[in-house]
């Protein structure tokens, strides 16, 4: 199956600092990327929709100007937790679906996600 | 109304038992519908799509009933190695691509 990478695997940091989370499609192009976010004993939530050229866009409710992202190539999107406080401590998750001609499959291939915790 | 509801659990059951998970969805044109297992601090895996007709894979069998919004798997001879959190997966509204996960159903296989 396909293979989605994630970089850093677990970031700590202090206060006020930017994190930058990459995501990367090993073996087949991505146009399309998501970013979840995973609170303990929660469950993933949508942050994003990341696309390949274009901006990415956002679910309701999380801050475009707080969480960048930047999907530059066909195998990596990028999202950068700016200004990270306590709150934003969380597992961060990306995943990518492929497509065979213009049909795009049902199975998301996820990343091992990002453990992010701000102190 | 959350869009996918589950029952969080936790299920303790013993080795060889059978057990069974059911979510609801709450929109009625979903069209994708899957369970992904997620192990204790690891990114979710899919365990299976569920179809209309039902389908089962092993000692897993999933069934989705669109009358009533439901979907539920069914697991059978529970190992030891089936102990994880089970997700209930549906398309978001409006979307074909983007997911909706379910909090989760917490299963503990016991030797």
């Known amino acids: 199956g396909a293979v989605v990478s994630q970089h850093p695997s677990w970031v700590i940091c202090k206060s006020g600092t930017s994190v930058k989370i990459e995501c990367r499609s090993l073996d087949f192009q991505a146009t399309t990327m998501f970013w979840y976010r995973q609170f303990p004993k929660q469950s993933l939530m949508l942050m994003a929709t990341?696309?390949?050229?274009?901006?990415?866009?956002?679910e309701q409710g999380v801050e475009k100007d707080k969480f960048l992202i930047n999907h530059a190539s066909l195998t990596l999107s990028t999202l950068t937790v700016t200004s990270a406080h306590p709150e934003d401590s969380s597992f961060y998750i990306c995943?990518?679906?492929?497509?065979?001609?213009?049909?795009?499959?049902?199975?998301?291939?996820f990343g091992p996600g990002t453990r992010l915790l701000v102190l | 109304r959350k869009e996918v509801e589950q029952d969080p659990g936790p299920f303790n059951v013993p080795e060889g038992a059978t057990v069974a998970f059911n979510c609801t969805y709450s929109n009625s044109a979903s069209q994708s519908f899957f369970w992904y297992r997620q192990d204790c601090r690891k990114e979710p895996k899919l365990l299976m799509s569920?179809?209309?007709s039902g389908n089962e894979d092993g000692r897993f069998t999933a069934q989705l009933n669109r009358a009533s919004q439901y979907i539920s798997l069914l697991i059978r001879d529970s190992k030891l190695s089936d102990s994880a959190t089970y997700l209930c997966?549906?398309?978001?509204?409006?979307?074909?691509?983007?997911?909706?996960f379910g909090s989760g159903t917490q299963l503990t296989v016991l030797p």
């Open positions: 569920v179809y209309s």
């Open positions: 990341s696309n390949e050229g274009s901006k990415a866009t956002y």
């Open positions: 995943s990518a679906d492929t497509r065979t001609g213009t049909v795009y499959q049902e199975t998301q291939y």
């Open positions: 997966v549906v398309n978001k509204k409006g979307s074909a691509r983007q997911l909706t």
